[in-house]
């Protein structure tokens, strides 16, 4: 995997630009961070043209008022530390396309956006970011606290898994590895179990050796720079892994919940994955990390920038 050298954080003058700074903060000072955008996306001004004929300075005395908002925000916060370009970018348009735009053409590593929970929002910018952005996304839901402890990572073994897993392992590496990783399989039992003549207690205990089999193979491929990593297994009852997923790491008291997207390829980069979906439009409560190797979407940009 690789450091977030670039950081582009999402900021739109609600109580949430608090938290989202905070959690830039944290991942600044472990990434060797050396630029950050703090952007805000106006939305589409519908201002009559003989407004702005009589007053030609009025875009511009609001964006510059936005920028003096946020600068003002966020220099506290990075006053101790040093090597960190810090620029403000206020524009006009679609929030998803413009924060599309910033990241390609700046090359970044990682973009965060907020989830709001109380305040006014939908929380669409996410899911199109999560499909389309050619690099991880960080969603952080209004009042959570930046901290590593221990993470979640669903797994079903697959190499968009392996990437999240990896992902996790260089996290709690550079926090100097002592965060627990809890490595979950949500699995589930087939409707037609009962024509191999086991009872449904017995194909679940089938289920779930097999499950423990492929974990044992799936971590043989994988450099765990010697950090605890705790495979669980959780039946899934309601045939929505997700729900398994979220209850899981509020249980174990998670700080986080890291997610490999699962296009890994330009012709398949739109897709994320069905879990990946559901958890970023059902989990408000933790922060979401959606990893995807750095620039994977290259050559669909002229395509998604048309959506």
Not at 184 to 194: A, E, K, L
């Amino acid at each position: 995997m690789y450091l977030i050298k670039k950081l582009i954080v999402c900021l739109d003058q609600t109580p949430l630009d608090q938290t989202l700074i905070e959690h830039a903060v944290f991942i600044a000072k472990v990434n060797q961070t050396k630029k950050i955008y703090f952007a805000n996306i106006i939305k589409n001004l519908s201002i009559p043209k003989e407004v702005l004929e009589e007053f030609p300075n009025l875009i511009e005395n609001m964006i510059n008022e936005r920028k003096e908002a946020m600068e003002k925000l966020v220099s506290d916060h990075f006053k101790d530390l040093k090597g960190i370009s810090i620029s403000f970018v206020v524009k006009e348009g679609n929030l998803s396309k413009k924060i599309l735009k910033l990241a390609e053409e700046k090359s970044a590593d990682m973009i965060i956006i907020g989830r709001k929970v109380d305040l006014p929002g939908t929380g669409v910018a996410s899911q199109r970011l999560a499909r389309r952005a050619s690099c991880s996304l960080l969603i952080v839901p209004e009042g959570s606290r930046p901290r590593i402890n221990r993470l979640l990572v669903p797994s079903d073994f697959s190499d968009y898994s392996k990437d999240a897993l990896e992902e996790a392992i260089m996290i709690v590496a550079k926090h100097g590895g002592k965060a627990e990783i809890v490595c979950q399989n949500v699995f589930s039992v087939p409707t037609g179990y009962h024509f191999t003549g086991k009872s449904y207690e017995e194909f679940t205990e089938i289920m779930k050796m097999h499950a423990e089999i492929n974990f044992k193979k799936f971590i043989r491929k994988i450099d765990t720079k010697g950090i605890k990593i705790t495979p669980i297994y959780t039946k899934d009852d309601d045939d929505d892994p997700v729900q398994e997923i979220v209850a899981k790491a509020l249980e174990i008291d998670a700080d986080g919940i890291i997610i490999g997207a699962k296009g890994r390829t330009a012709a398949t980069a739109l897709f994320i994955g069905s879990m990946a979906e559901r958890l970023i439009q059902y989990n408000d409560s933790l922060p979401l990390l959606v990893t995807r190797p750095k620039g994977k979407n290259a050559g669909i940009l002229d395509y998604i920038l048309e959506i």
